[in-house]
């Protein structure tokens, strides 16, 4: 959980305002997009596993935070073998929007017929190279190309994948992030929330100081435009490693804006 005490003061305003806004979608009517959203949650192709963790990631009021509409170009960045956010943001824009999925041709391969169905016509796959190095705890990641021009993208997600990349891998991928994305494009990060300032070791390596997540993106040229807590977790004491916890990990949640 983000503390304000460790938030630069130029920040505090920002952040203060976004949770008054970070309202649950269960409180209010739907709107078309939630309404889309929350039909492709019954869908036939999720499985157990992720109606399991529908009520931990309040998928509806998530995807209404990051402001996405069904007429967007979206890239998500490392949807991984559930591709949890893919089989509900697939759906939604096949219409009207693109959906690029980035990540290695293993990943894909393991996804299984879903990936075929109507739904998932304008879902189009972007093989990286992603190498996981054991000695390093990290993932290597080749180069970056995330499959369309520079300045085309509404929004990119990066969701619980940000720890596992070096401070200058994720130099990388932010830099990368602000080329592909349109002026005033938004970059949505979620992870696992380190203590400011915390010294790395087994226990915390698979966590992300938000303080440190926000500095690292505004380097690369993004305005930090709202933040959620909606994902924070008072029973998460951030000292256990992520996959100890018996329900769901302390998480941050912010929203960036290109100029």
């Known amino acids: 959980m983000l503390k304000p005490n460790l938030i630069p003061k130029s920040m505090l305003a920002i952040i203060s305002l976004s949770f008054l806004f970070s309202s649950s979608a269960n409180s209010q009517v739907l709107t078309e997009v939630q309404k889309k959203i929350s039909k492709a949650m019954n869908s036939e192709y999720r499985s157990q596993t992720e109606l399991d963790r529908d009520d931990d990631r ?127 494009g938004e970059y949505v990060i979620i992870d696992h929330t380190r203590r400011h300032m915390e010294q790395e070791d087994r226990t915390n390596f ?26 924070s977790e008072p029973s998460d004491e951030l000292d256990k490693e992520v996959g100890q916890i018996p329900n769901m990990t302390d998480r941050f949640f912010l929203v960036f804006k290109k100029p």
């Open 58 to 184: 309040d998928p509806i009021a998530a995807i209404d935070f990051m402001g996405i509409r069904d007429d967007m170009t979206i890239i998500e960045f490392l949807p991984a073998g559930q591709a949890y956010y893919t089989k509900l943001l697939g759906p939604l824009i096949n219409d009207r929007g693109h959906l690029m999925v980035i990540d290695t041709q293993a990943t894909f391969d393991a996804w299984g017929e879903w990936k075929n169905q109507p739904e998932f016509t304008m879902t189009h796959q972007v093989v990286i190279e992603n190498d996981y190095n054991r000695a390093k705890l990290l993932y290597d990641i080749g180069d970056i190309d995330f499959g369309i021009m520079a300045g085309t993208a509404d929004k990119f997600l990066y969701i619980r994948e940000y720890h596992n990349y070096s401070v200058d891998d994720n130099e990388r991928i932010n830099k990368a992030v602000f080329d592909v994305l349109k002026p005033n």
């Open 206 to 231: 698979r966590r992300e100081d938000p303080v440190d997540v926000i500095y690292q993106v505004q380097n690369a040229g993004f305005v930090l435009d709202r933040v959620s807590n909606m994902f």
